[in-house]
């Protein structure tokens, strides 16, 4: 029994403070990747299939292109007005699923779009996000040209194959969890107070939906959850295993038949070619301008080996080394260091901003957190794992507005925090 106390001690920490740190004030969930959130005053984390652990419905379903590799909002930022309802029923613990069962799917100019939540669906191979690949479940030709029609090319809606494919999260970070289709992991909290902080320095505030966290606290001074190593909320113990990075490089989203002649101009300065580059990981140690290919790799004008077929640019604005990456090779997880990590698209209109990137990068850099490490990123948020997940599966788990949350452990200050 001794030894069960402390591994169990070990596992989840030291009882919890007499006082809350501070108190969950909303709960979003995104069922299909990178479109609407749902405010929801409660929600399930749940296991599934696999032993996944995370908020039930959360980032199940993907908009893919013809070669199934995953749309973002990085890329189409009209999914940023994609609505989505689900059953308010679909949130409460051990709801299942009957055949009146339906996701609404809902956008401007068009027809609502029902897709059945009891139905089974055929798995469809070669599905990639970032670093994964694998199979999901298609939802079928209805959801394909609803989705087709609504960005204007080959789209198709999938869900993730919980029963056959595993996605682990970096085990750099979190050894042991699993994920969705998530960047990166499971769970990501947000304060109030880091958001107010924000907009005291913003000419216009800004709302949460610009960070699309799942977890927002307040009480709390700003930027605090920062230092959350180990916290409990109702009885659920989660890990912060590393800061929300936000990468500064704004996406510029013009197709290959329009681009502005001030972004052509700045490429052929650079290197007298219009559309070729060379795929690369990371920009040059200067300002340059970068190119998306249609494998979602990164092109860089400032690199030798030309390869062609560009769909977007994107203007660097970072200080970090260039590595490059045969185009044979390339891939979207070659992609990610160029990402931008969505706050400066507008999720009410679509619309790509310069803010709030700009003020970020003044007090919320790795430079100005003086971080161990320095590659151009500025950070918002902590990502967090469910330790329930390493023990075997005990049901569903509610979290819900109101419910306080209790700081285990901390770490010691920003530079040890990991990024």
């Not at 959350?228 to 038949?257: P, Q, S, Y």
Request: proline residues 7%; contains cysteine; hydrophobic residues 40%.
């Amino acid at each position: 029994m001794e030894k069960a106390s402390s591994v169990l001690a070990a596992l989840f920490g030291s009882r919890e403070p007499a006082e809350a740190a501070a108190t969950v004030t909303s709960i979003f969930v995104y069922p299909i990747k990178s479109c609407r959130g749902i405010s929801v005053p409660q929600a399930c984390v749940t296991s599934t299939g696999l032993d996944l652990e995370r908020l039930q419905w959360d980032r199940q379903w993907l908009v893919v292109n013809s070669k199934g590799r995953a749309y973002t909002q990085r890329v189409e930022p009209k999914l940023a007005l994609v609505d989505i309802e689900l059953p308010m029923d679909a949130f409460k613990d051990n709801w299942e699923p009957t055949d009146l069962s339906y996701m609404v799917i809902k956008a401007p100019d068009m027809e609502a779009l029902r897709i059945p939540l009891n139905k089974k669906c055929a798995a469809v191979d070669d599905i990639s996000v970032w670093e994964w690949s694998g199979s999901a479940l298609n939802e079928g030709n209805e959801a394909f040209e609803w989705f087709t029609k609504y960005l204007g090319k080959p789209s198709r809606l999938v869900r993730f194959n919980t029963e056959l494919e595993i996605r682990a999260v970096d085990p750099n970070y979190a050894q042991g969890y699993k994920t969705l289709f998530t960047d990166g992991f499971p769970f990501l909290l947000a304060s109030q107070g880091s958001l107010d902080g924000l907009n005291e320095l913003l000419d216009e505030p800004l709302p949460i939906n610009r960070f699309r966290p799942n977890i927002l606290v307040d009480g709390c001074d700003p930027f605090s959850e920062d230092l959350w190593k180990e916290l409990k909320i109702n009885k659920l113990n989660f890990h912060g295993v590393k800061l929300c990075a936000r990468c500064k490089v704004m996406c510029l989203f013009v197709d290959d038949t329009g681009w502005p002649w001030s972004v052509l101009s700045a490429c052929k300065e650079m290197s007298g070619r219009e559309v070729k580059g060379c795929c690369c990981r990371e920009p040059l140690r200067l300002l340059a301008w970068a190119m998306e290919m249609a494998s979602n790799a990164a092109a860089d004008h400032g690199c030798r080996q030309p390869v062609s077929l560009v769909l977007r640019i994107l203007p660097l604005l970072g200080t970090v080394p260039c590595q490059c990456t045969a185009p044979a090779s390339a891939s979207a997880a070659a992609c990610a260091p160029l990402s931008c990590f969505i706050p400066t698209i507008n999720q009410e209109n679509g619309v790509t901003g310069n803010e709030p990137t700009s003020t970020l990068m003044k007090f919320r850099s790795d430079h100005a957190l003086k971080l161990k490490k320095t590659q151009g990123k500025m950070f918002f948020g902590q990502n967090l794992v469910c330790k329930e997940s390493l023990l075997p599966p005990r049901g569903s788990k509610t979290i819900a507005v109101g419910d306080p949350v209790f700081v285990l452990q901390k770490y010691s200050s920003n530079v040890d925090a990991p990024i």
